[in-house]
């Protein structure tokens, strides 16, 4: 329990997004009774592993409603801003950005169905939680940037959230697993799969279709 002798809270750590209630914590010759133990000896990482998996999907669903909401704000932008002689909807290259949103969006929603589906049933869902993590993170940042870019000086300005998004967003890149850690791990499940069954597709959802 906390407080307790021989732990010190230093100070809260400042990000790019500011403060984010993690500190820079001091352990100094703290004792901590076998009552208060939680799982065996040495298995503390474990049990943080243990509630990774909801966890990063649980982030997932946060960003994908801020990708959602950016989406919906860089339709919005294109429908009311007239420039060089025509809306910003009507315009291809705004419509490229709007159309490769949209089909992130939706990938990004599939793969977080699928890997709580997974959970729910109880089957091992490292694979799909890791690629969804990964996926879900970069799209964030594609389509909050895309946004900012359709709003143009008035994205980049604190007018909108997007300046603030954007900056959060940065975040969820090594939040629970930097991308390249998941990219290792999601290249041994495939080059494991392909190994022991001669495809890949148990490493690709291994899915009906």
């Known amino acids: 329990d906390l407080p307790h002798e021989g732990w010190t809270e230093v100070r809260e750590v400042e990000t790019m997004h500011g403060g984010t209630g993690h500190s820079e914590i001091l352990i100094e010759e703290m004792r901590?009774?076998?009552?208060?133990?939680?799982?065996?000896?040495?298995?503390?990482?474990?049990?943080?592993?243990?509630?990774?998996?909801?966890?990063?999907?649980?982030?997932?669903?946060?960003?994908?409603?801020?990708?959602?909401?950016?989406?919906?704000?860089?339709?919005?932008?294109?429908?009311?801003?007239?420039?060089?002689?025509?809306?910003?909807?009507?315009?291809?290259?705004?419509?490229?950005?709007?159309?490769?949103?949209?089909?992130?969006?939706?990938?990004?929603?599939?793969?977080?169905?699928?890997?709580?589906?997974?959970?729910?049933?109880?089957?091992?869902?490292?694979?799909?939680?890791?690629?969804?993590?990964?996926?879900?993170?970069?799209?964030?940042?594609?389509?909050i940037d895309r946004s900012i870019q359709v709003h143009g000086a008035l994205g980049y300005s604190t007018d909108t959230p997007l300046a603030n998004m954007y900056q959060h967003a940065r975040w969820a890149r090594f939040a629970d697993g930097a991308d390249e850690v998941h990219q290792m791990r999601i290249a041994q499940r495939t080059i494991a799969a392909w190994t022991d069954n001669g495809s890949t597709r148990s490493a690709t959802g291994d899915l009906p279709i």
């Open 32 to 143: 901590v009774n076998k009552t208060q133990m939680l799982g065996g000896r040495g298995q503390g990482h474990l049990l943080g592993q243990y509630r990774l998996g909801p966890a990063r999907l649980a982030h997932c669903m946060r960003w994908i409603a801020q990708a959602e909401t950016a989406l919906d704000m860089m339709v919005d932008r294109s429908l009311n801003r007239f420039a060089h002689g025509s809306l910003l909807a009507e315009k291809q290259g705004i419509q490229w950005m709007i159309a490769d949103s949209t089909m992130e969006l939706y990938q990004a929603k599939l793969m977080v169905l699928h890997a709580a589906y997974k959970i729910d049933r109880k089957e091992d869902f490292k694979a799909e939680v890791s690629m969804a993590k990964h996926f879900v993170a970069n799209m964030l940042g594609r389509i």
